[in-house]
């Protein structure tokens, strides 16, 4: 198994562009949750999917942030406008439940915003 | 509100030097306790689930144990290749991962 993909693995953009970050979740992983990481806040939790339903979004800064997930096996984080605030490593992971519970991380994509 | 909180934030260990690191949590009715390992430029890397107080696991040089209000990672005559960050988060049951912010283990030879 490839594990959970993102991509990209660094974005560099201007503020006020739109940025789109994308995940391929390991097959079989019912829950996918996008976590964004910065030194200030750590891990924060965004957003998450169960069945490719949104379940709880308020960890979603505002409305410049939105993700989806049109089916089991991808999603996007998409950020538009974008503002240097949004600087940041931002994670999908994945879960596999029953039994031992487990998330994987994918490689995370560094986003800066100049 | 719910919080896991890890101490210390940076430990800095000569190889083969024991220790612990700790993480305390406020999470009402935890269903588990996880610890990760963080790399530079990587995202977290499983390494261990605790369900009751009482619970040991060990994986090579590393042990977690988890009493009702803490979790520690022992780490036994560490290598410095066990330097990297260490992370460890709370679930109330469900997918609702509240993560600590880390202590950074710096292993020197």
């Known amino acids: 198994d490839a594990g959970v993909i993102q991509s990209p693995r660094h974005e560099v953009t201007e503020m006020g562009q739109e940025v789109t970050l994308r995940c391929k979740p390991i097959?079989?992983?019912?829950?996918l949750f996008w976590y964004r990481q910065t030194m200030m806040r750590g891990l924060e939790l965004l957003i998450y999917?169960?069945?490719?339903?949104?379940?709880?979004d308020s960890g979603m800064p505002e409305d410049r942030f939105s993700a989806k997930m049109p089916n089991a096996s991808f999603s996007t984080l998409k950020i538009q406008p974008s503002e240097p605030r949004d600087s940041a490593v931002y994670f999908c992971?994945?879960?596999?439940?029953?039994?031992?519970?487990?998330?994987?991380f994918g490689s995370g994509t560094q986003l800066s915003v100049l | 509100e719910d919080q896991v909180t890890q101490s210390p934030e940076a430990l800095r260990l000569q190889e083969g030097e024991s220790s612990s690191l700790n993480c305390s949590y406020t999470?009402?009715?935890?269903?588990?306790l996880f610890w990760y390992r963080q790399d530079p430029g990587k995202g977290p890397e499983f390494l261990f689930t605790?369900?009751?107080a009482g619970e040991e696991k060990e994986k090579e040089r590393l042990k977690a144990t988890l009493t009702k209000k803490e979790s520690f990672l022992h780490i036994t005559a560490p290598k410095p290749e066990d330097s990297a960050t260490y992370l460890c988060?709370?679930?109330?049951?469900?997918?609702?991962?509240?993560f600590g912010p880390g202590t950074r283990l710096s292993v020197l030879p």
């Open positions: 097959s079989g992983h019912n829950s």
């Open positions: 992971a994945t879960l596999r439940t029953g039994g031992n519970e487990k998330l994987f």
């Open positions: 605790l369900y009751s």
């Open positions: 999917f169960n069945n490719n339903v949104p379940i709880d």
């Open positions: 988060a709370g679930t109330l049951g469900g997918q609702n991962f509240v």
């Open positions: 999470v009402s009715g935890l269903r588990g």
